[in-house]
């Protein structure tokens, strides 16, 4: 079945730092990827819609220029945390849209800022 | 805005036990709805979908229903184990559009 890769699992940063999360597609072509954010006891929450060479589409409360993303392959798209702070810390997890309009995520990223 | 809502937001109950677990949402626009299941620290596998046009999917000891004029479905677990101990999500949307998650029912499987 289809496989959506994302790495890295866990990252340990200082606060200032910017951290890359990859999504990659790895046996189907995906023109749409969707990243979500997840605090702990809540539900995730999609952050941003990605599609392959124009510019994602951010959902309300999201700083577009805080989580940087970029779409420029049909397999690969990266979420950048720039200046990551304490208050972003969170699970991010991404999914590609494959046919049959079904999502297949990633395995997520726990991100924890110092 | 689609809203997701599940409830009951935990249980607890004996191996054995047939369960069902519900979703809700305000927007019956939907592509689909699907059912995933997060273990603790690791991502989502998702464990069925029902089309817009569909009532029901069936996997294993797993049986969705769907009912979009009601904004409701259901996920039906057979003869429960401990290892479908997890927190189980539901999402509607589905499409170009995205997903919507309900904040999960945290699920516990005694044994």
């Known amino acids: 079945g289809a496989v959506v890769s994302q790495h890295p699992s866990r990252v340990i940063c200082k606060s200032g730092t910017s951290v890359k999360i990859e999504c990659r597609s790895l046996d189907f072509q995906a023109t749409t990827m969707f990243w979500y954010r997840q605090f702990p006891k809540q539900s995730l929450m999609l952050m941003a819609t990605?599609?392959?060479?124009?510019?994602?589409?951010?959902e309300q409360g999201v700083e577009k220029d805080k989580f940087l993303i970029n779409h420029a392959s049909l397999t690969l798209s990266t979420l950048t945390v720039t200046s990551a702070h304490p208050e972003d810390s969170s699970f991010y997890i991404c999914?590609?849209?494959?046919?049959?309009?079904?999502?297949?995520f990633g395995s997520g990223t726990q991100l924890s800022v110092l | 805005k689609q809203e997701v809502t599940q409830i009951p937001a935990a249980l607890s109950v004996p191996e054995g036990e047939n369960l069902v677990l519900n979703c809700s949402f305000t927007?019956?626009?939907?592509?689909?709805l699907q059912w995933f299941r997060q273990d603790p620290g690791k991502g989502l596998t998702s464990l069925l979908l029902i089309q817009s046009s569909q009532r029901e999917q069936t996997s294993g000891r797993l049986n969705a229903s769907l009912d979009k004029s009601s904004g409701r479905s259901t996920l039906y677990i057979a003869a429960s184990q401990p290892g479908d101990s997890a927190t189980y999500l539901c999402a509607a949307g589905g499409g170009a559009d995205g997903l919507t998650f309900g904040k999960g029912t945290h699920l516990i499987i005694q044994p």
């Open positions: 999914s590609a849209l494959g046919g049959s309009e079904k999502l297949f």
């Open positions: 990605s599609n392959e060479g124009s510019k994602a589409t951010y």
């Open positions: 927007d019956s626009a939907i592509y689909n």
